[in-house]
Every structure is written in C-alpha cells, then in structure tokens.
C-alpha cells in the first residue's frame, strides 16, 4: 500500500514540503528572537529597574498566567476559526506590544516596571492562541505517520535558538542595552507573519455546528476528552508538575547567575548557550530514538534516563564551577525536547480533528497553568530561603514528575496508535 500525506497526495520528504518549510522556518526565526526576550526582559528588570527577586518572580508568572486565565476558552475559538490567518495576527500584536519597550527608552519616555508586566502579560494571551492554533494546525499540513518528522524538526531549531538566542542577546544587550535589544524579538515576528502569509496549504473550514454550539460546552468536551483519556491525563499530569518545578528554577535563575555565580549578561548568555546545546541534541535523536525504541516507549523513557543528570546544575559554583550550570541544563533540555516531540506527537495523532483546538488548550491550561504558580513560589522561596535552595527544589521536582509516565500505561505500548478520528 502507497503511503499518502494529507489530501491523498503521494508522500515526500519534509525537505520538500513548500509549505511545512515555510512554517519552520519562520519558526525558526521567532523562537530565535523569544529566546532573546528571555535573557532581555528578565535582565531589564534586573539592571535597569533593579527589581527584586519577587519581582523577577511574578514578572515571570505574569508572561505564563495567560495559559490559565485564557486557555480554555482560547481552545474553542480556536476550532471556530482559520487557525492560519489567526497565527499571523498574533504574530503582529505581539510584534507591536514587545516593539513598545525599546520605544518607552527614548529621550522624554521612561519605562516602568508596570510596562513590562502589561507587555508580559498582553503578549502572554497572544502566545496562547497562537500555541494552541499552531499545534493544531500542524496535522493540517503533514499526515499522522509525518507527525514525529515534523515535530522533531521544530524542537531541533527551537532548540537551537535557545542555543543561538542567549548569546546573540548576550551581545546585543551589552551593545543596546536589555530593553532595545527587544527590536530583534519585534522583527523576528514579523518574518514569521510572512511566512504565514506565503503558506497555501488549504484549510478546511470549522463545522457549521461549531458555531451553533455554546463555547461553554466546546470546553468541556475538550476537557471531557483530556482528562477521562487513561494515557493523556497521565501525560498532562507529568508535564504540568514538570513546568511547575521548571517555572520555579526561570523565576530565580537570572538572580542565581547574577547575584550567586557573579556572571555577568554576556556570562550568562553564555551559560544559556552552552546549555541550550542539549536542546539541540535532543531534537536530532528524537526521531532515532523513536523508530528504534519506540514513539510511545521514549516518551518516559527519555526524560527517565537523559534528565538525571540535571542535578549537576545546583552544584554549581563562582568560576569554572558555573560549567555544571550548563551540563545540568544541557541535559534536562535534552530529555525536555525528546519527550516534548513523542508526546505532542502522541495527542496528534490520537485526536480527532475537529477537537485538536480544543485538546491543546486544554492541555496548555493545565501543563501552563501551574507555571504561574511555579514562578511565584520561586521568587518567594528564593527571598526567604536562598537562590540555590530553590534551584535544589526545582530540580528535584521536575526530574520526579517523569514518574506519573512511567507508572502508567505507556509503560505496555511500543508505538503511537493511530486510529481512524472518525
């Protein structure tokens, strides 16, 4: 039997496929100016507002509260809307709310604590439709047996900008400063609108019925579907105590860099480049790893096995000692992406296509939503306990989260099933 793609259309290689290039390469060029926003913005409020370690918290929290404000509902509209004409405009809002920051730097203008926390917030709830439009609009373009292909090459250049974006804004912070360095995050989205722009890849209209329904009941069947699944609710359940322990370790770790390991921006973003390395590795063997151990089987088996030595990064000290910031990181990054690529190719592939929106959302509502939570508790632990304590935690709790995986029934299946969605 001939494989097929999308449409009944002969398979092709991904290097091949117009539009999915399209889509990853503007990808590429957005995540590579995020991660710029991530040194940026933590270090405006550092060095330039000279904001506590609270402060840094909930500035880290208000980027993420979105996902739990917002989520649900994002999801129903999702599946109501043209998932790609929605992408390239929150990929304009959010061009023109971080272009106001270095804008708020000019002769006569003065930026303001409350600035960045209304940028964090605002371009927060643009990152939520856009996430969960832009996973659900993936299996638009490639077909399921693709999925991994596909999702592997965006971790590996996702990656990579965590690899190239610290030390790029290590660069440009110390040539323009923390705030205007942003201008390179504001171009970057407008590349990706374009990209958006040029895809032509059709895509089908939402259902009439969507519109008749109430969105109240478009959530609760998402989350009906999320939840009462014996595999995605334990899925959920790791990821979202993952990114509770991970938004805990973000709140303080500019201050940990700074203020305990004396690093400097350019340091820092050295330190992030370094470790962002193993990023990279792990979108590279993603797809290795699942066609020889198995799509399903890596999704514990990966963060189990390539996350334990993250606890090199509390180890870390002043000097050559901030190398085991980096490897700790490096390796947490990698089972990160590994396990990130095999289970959101896994809640693809198992979902039918008129609740993908919906299934996102819900997913990023919960997995998200702890984030916020996460972030407060690390600024607040870190003020009455000490910046290293809470890294110690972090780690901790992030690496024990593979646990709801590898006691569950992944632990029986080989590969992804991919059943017919009806």
């Known amino acids: 039997m001939t494989d097929t793609a999308v449409g009944g259309t002969p398979r092709r290689s991904l290097w091949h496929h117009r539009d999915f290039l399209l889509l990853w390469s503007g990808q590429a060029v957005s995540e590579l ?68 920051v270095p804008l708020a730097t000019l002769p006569g203008l003065h930026l303001t604590y409350l600035h960045l926390l209304v940028v964090a917030l605002l371009t927060g709830v643009l990152t939520v439709f856009f996430d969960v439009a832009y996973q659900s609009y993936l299996p638009v373009l490639l077909a399921k047996e693709d999925l991994v292909d596909g999702n592997g090459k965006l971790g590996t250049t996702a990656a990579f900008a965590q690899f190239a974006g610290p030390a790029v804004g290590g660069l440009l912070v110390g040539a323009l400063g923390a705030a205007r360095s942003l201008i390179a995050d504001a171009g970057t989205y407008a590349v990706s609108a374009v990209t958006l722009f040029l895809i032509r890849t059709p895509e089908s209209p939402p259902h009439p019925s969507h519109r008749e329904r109430r969105i109240r009941d478009d959530i609760k069947e998402g989350l009906h579907f999320v939840v009462k699944h014996p595999i995605l609710r334990r899925i959920v359940a790791c990821t979202g105590t993952a990114n509770l322990f991970n938004a805990m370790m973000l709140a303080v770790e500019m201050p940990f860099m700074v203020r305990v390991l004396g690093l400097r921006p350019g340091g820092v973003g050295l330190v992030l480049t370094l470790g962002a390395l193993g990023g990279i590795a792990g979108g590279l063997i993603a797809k290795p790893l699942a066609t020889r151990y198995g799509s399903a089987r890596i999704i514990w088996l990966a963060p189990l096995v390539i996350g334990l030595p993250t606890f090199l990064a509390p180890l870390a000290t002043p000097g050559w000692g901030v190398l085991l910031y980096a490897a700790g990181l490096a390796f947490y990054g990698m089972g990160a992406v590994v396990y990130n690529v095999a289970q959101v190719s896994y809640r693809q592939a198992i979902t039918p296509h008129a609740l993908l929106g919906r299934m ?53 299946l080989l590969d992804v099933p991919t059943p017919d969605p009806g």
């Open 33 to 100: 100016g995020s991660a710029i926003t991530v040194l940026a913005v933590p270090l405006a409020a550092v060095v330039l507002l000279e904001s506590s370690t609270f402060q840094v918290g909930l500035l880290t929290a208000m980027s993420t509260l979105p996902f739990l404000l917002v989520a649900l509902p994002a999801g129903a509209l999702v599946d109501r809307a043209a998932k790609h004409r929605l992408m390239m405009w929150c990929d304009l809002g959010r061009l023109l709310l971080l272009g106001s």
């Open 360 to 412: 996102n959302a819900s997913v990023r509502f919960i997995v998200w939503g702890t984030m916020p939570l996460g972030a407060l508790l690390g600024g607040a632990l870190g003020t009455w306990f000490g910046l290293r304590a809470v890294v110690w935690i972090a780690v901790f709790g992030s690496y024990a989260a593979v646990l709801w995986v590898v006691f569950s029934p992944l632990r029986t």
